[in-house]
């Protein structure tokens, strides 16, 4: 078994890094504490060639593989969550299913832009009635001569409001249950397509996400992205792309409050001597130490798995259940290390443990990602 990394993803890594310290990190904090969208920093990585990175050179991207997109992920993620979510739901949302199913011609329209950096891509499926339940989605989409027209709701939908399109699941043929879902490639603009107000979140405010309106919108036949019907499984296939990178993001967060945590136990004093030298406090370093090597770890290896054309639902999703939980942890304990301290504004830890919280939630749920998981092992019993 072979773990260094390439030349190239060592490049990756130290480039993303000096760009997010020295654009990303410095507007953090007001990012969070504005929920402005940080829309410069995102035409500056277009620049920089970041975001199209595992996508094809002929539609833009610039060929590199997952697991080079997880550290760039990761490393964004450091810096900011709330750049690190809007830039991991662009890529594996928003972007990876037109790769995986578009037409030449859907490609060029539409992921090319995207891949250069001219807009954001979106997906549409949460429903205010169907999270985890992705197959009762009720949007619908009828076929009117050479178009379709959408009507329905979506919500939670990351990047929605400035992306310039977004996929969306419906109902295509209604007596097929999950077999009529469809996907279909909504443009920038369409009538009848509306937003709702960004959300008010616990964390990761700087990334926008809404509800979306769908009232008679009408967009061509050859919108439609893949094979009629075959929506539900395409979104599977796509959600576990996005868990390896919402897997990489619990490790960038995680790694930012490990490093303030180490950083402060070596120079904050109690009863003489740093409070790193106290056994407890030096016993939720070791913890988070290991936390983060072994959620790199399951990581790469589903994004490896995904590079060498090989099945890696199970190991997307164990990877995605232990890096979020494992980074909630170590973000929880960098705070503990800190104080009183650890819950003020004034030191970045407290941040980092509200942008995490969502990583446990978003792109399947610890607990759906269990049954994913425990289906593997024991098949479908009492079915």
């Known amino acids: 078994m072979h773990f260094d990394l390439t030349e190239e993803q060592h490049i990756i890594r130290r480039t993303v890094r000096d ?41 833009g991207g610039a060929d590199v ?18 750049t690190g979510l809007t830039y991991a739901a662009h890529l594996g949302l928003g972007c990876a299913p037109l790769a995986m199913f578009g037409t030449q011609e859907q490609k060029e329209q539409f992921l090319t ?7 954001l891509g979106a997906f549409g499926l949460t429903e205010p009635h169907a999270g985890s339940d992705a197959g009762s989605t009720r949007t619908t989409a009828v ?28 109902v295509t043929d209604k007596d097929k249950g999950k077999h009529g879902i469809s996907a279909i490639i909504i ?20 990334s926008v996400s809404t509800a979306i309106t769908f009232e008679n919108v009408r967009v061509p036949k050859v919108n439609l992205l893949g094979e009629r019907g075959k929506g539900f499984i395409q979104f599977l296939q796509v ?5 390896v990178g919402i897997g990489a993001m619990s490790i960038g967060l995680a790694q930012a409050a490990y490093e303030a945590a180490v950083s402060y136990a070596r ?45 890696y639902t199970r190991e997307a999703a164990i990877g995605k259940l232990y890096a979020s939980e494992a980074a909630e942890r170590i973000c929880r304990d960098a705070i503990q290390i800190f104080g009183g301290y650890g819950y ?22 610890s607990e759906i990602l269990r049954g994913v998981i425990s289906h593997r092992a024991l098949g479908k019993l009492g079915q």
């Open 239 to 243: 959600l576990d792309g996005g868990r």
């Open 267 to 311: 120079e904050r004093e109690a009863f003489g001597k740093p409070i790193g030298a106290f056994q407890s406090i030096s016993n939720m370093i070791a913890d988070m130490n290991v936390g983060l090597e072994a959620a790199r770890l399951l990581i790469y290896q589903a994004a490896w798995l995904k590079d060498q054309g090989r099945p």
């Open 65 to 82: 593989d997952s697991v080079s997109t997880a550290i760039a992920i990761e490393e964004v993620s450091r810096a900011c969550g709330s």
């Open 344 to 365: 003020s504004q004034e030191f970045p830890v407290e941040r980092y443990y509200r942008d995490v919280r969502l990583l446990t939630i978003g792109e399947g749920t």
């Open 187 to 206: 443009p920038q603009g369409a009538p009848g397509m509306t937003f709702g107000k960004h959300e008010p979140k616990m964390g990761l405010r700087g």
């Open 19 to 59: 760009f997010a310290e020295k654009e990303i990190i410095p507007r953090a904090k007001y990012v969070d504490e504005t929920g402005e969208f940080p829309a410069e920093t995102f035409r500056k990585m277009g620049e920089l060639g970041l975001m199209g990175l595992p996508f094809s050179a002929e539609f």
């Open 113 to 119: 832009p995207a891949a250069q950096g001219q807009h």
């Open 143 to 170: 076929l009117e001569g050479d178009q379709w027209v959408i009507n329905g709701s979506k919500m939670w939908i990351t990047n929605a409001p400035m992306a310039g399109h977004v996929i969306a699941t419906a």
